[in-house]
């Protein structure tokens, strides 16, 4: 029997990580993008651009090779002249292939831009997926911290099934989309949240989905049921 086994890569520098690409960039699952100084940044270029892998501005790693964050008002970039797919697929313990989600975080500006010529979907970040802000880094960092943003832009449509979300005091979410802005997952900003929709085919600029809840409870055997 041949059980595949997934391995990682690392890209850690203090100041900046730059990737430019004109065709498909992917950042797989295990991959690490790190920077950890003050003021760092990282830049990404591409035609289309999959990441299933972790991208941090403002993160090292310590002894253990556990992700830390030692960078404040660290930036990341991201350009493209084509489709964002933030999520993918990749290998479980047992060598099966699941699906994995990717994840973008920044101390300072998250600044995501897709320019494209054509309609469709421009980006997708999938339900196991995350966009985060936080100048703190957790409430690890201290000293003079900036107000972290998250800005996301694309020519035409946004599809969100995953969480997008801002954490510092003052810290904003703004979202804009060329066409529709499709929201079924979770967005939150501690001070101001900004959505705008584009003309799209089905006449909605923005469509947001309803929450469910899923109440576990027990009965009086003390047998868990839905409820």
Known sequence: TTNSEQL???LLADNLVEILGTGQVDIEPAVQVLTG??????????????????????ASLDQDDDVIWTGRNADLEIDTTGRITIGGQGFNDAGQ???????????????INVATTAAGIDLVLS??????????GGGVLSGTLGTSTILISASSSI??????????????????????????????????????????????????????????ATDVDGRFINS
Request: charged share 15%; hydrophobic share 35%; aromatic share 6%.
């Open 8 to 10: 990682g890569a690392l």
């Open 97 to 111: 292939l699941v699906d994995r989600g990717g994840s973008i975080k920044a101390t300072g500006t998250v600044d």
């Open 127 to 136: 339900s196991l997926s995350s966009i985060t802000s936080d100048s703190s």
């Open 159 to 216: 599809q969100i099934f995953g969480g997008i979300q801002s954490y510092d005091d003052g810290s904003d979410v703004t979202i804009t989309s060329g066409s529709q802005l499709y929201i079924d997952g979770y967005i939150e900003a501690e001070d101001a949240l900004s959505l705008t929709g584009g003309t799209h085919g089905s006449g909605v600029s923005i469509f947001i989905t309803r929450l469910e809840y899923l109440t576990i």
């Open 37 to 58: 100084a003050d003021n760092s940044n990282i830049k990404i270029q591409a035609g289309t651009l999959n990441i299933a892998g972790t991208v941090y501005a403002g």
